[in-house]
């Protein structure tokens, strides 16, 4: 059974940081892909950041670039979404997601939720201005 369970989330004052985990089992961690949505209320899901294990290529969206670093820990089966200068546009619920099947190395990482069979239960992040 594939299992993602999200934590770290919080309340945290503008400028401050955070860091997600995201504990996968249930599948081959080191050849999938990894990614963070997060939704706002009343708006569409957005792909925050994600990797390829195979290879560890990434992405981040733009509004995030500088501020967020995604990471695996192979041994621990854990992707990891540091957050830093957090911004009040941060907030919303935050779902870790991997790929329902094994990807080679070279193939950039995929941004649409279609492209994502797992997904763990979210956690929520407000930042506070």
């Known amino acids: 059974e594939v299992r993602l369970v999200e934590s770290g989330g919080g309340l945290v004052q503008a400028g401050g940081s955070l860091r997600l985990s995201c504990s996968a089992s249930?599948?081959?961690?080191?050849?999938?892909?990894i990614a963070w949505f997060r939704q706002a209320p009343g708006k569409e899901r957005e792909a925050v950041s994600a990797?390829?294990?195979?290879?560890?290529?990434?992405y981040y969206v733009d509004s995030v670039k500088g501020r967020v670093t995604i990471s695996s820990d192979y041994d621990k089966n854990t992707v990891y979404l540091q957050m830093n200068s957090l911004k009040p546009e941060d907030t919303a619920v935050y779902y870790c997601?991997?790929?329902?099947?094994?990807?080679?190395?070279?193939?950039?990482?995929?941004?649409?939720?279609?492209?994502?069979?797992?997904w763990g239960q979210g956690t929520q992040v407000t930042v506070s201005s």
């Open positions: 997601a991997a790929s329902d099947r094994a990807v080679p190395r070279g193939i950039a990482p995929v941004i649409d939720p279609e492209g994502y069979g797992y």
């Open positions: 249930g599948f081959t961690f080191d050849d999938h892909l």
């Open positions: 990797i390829n294990n195979s290879d560890g290529r990434t």
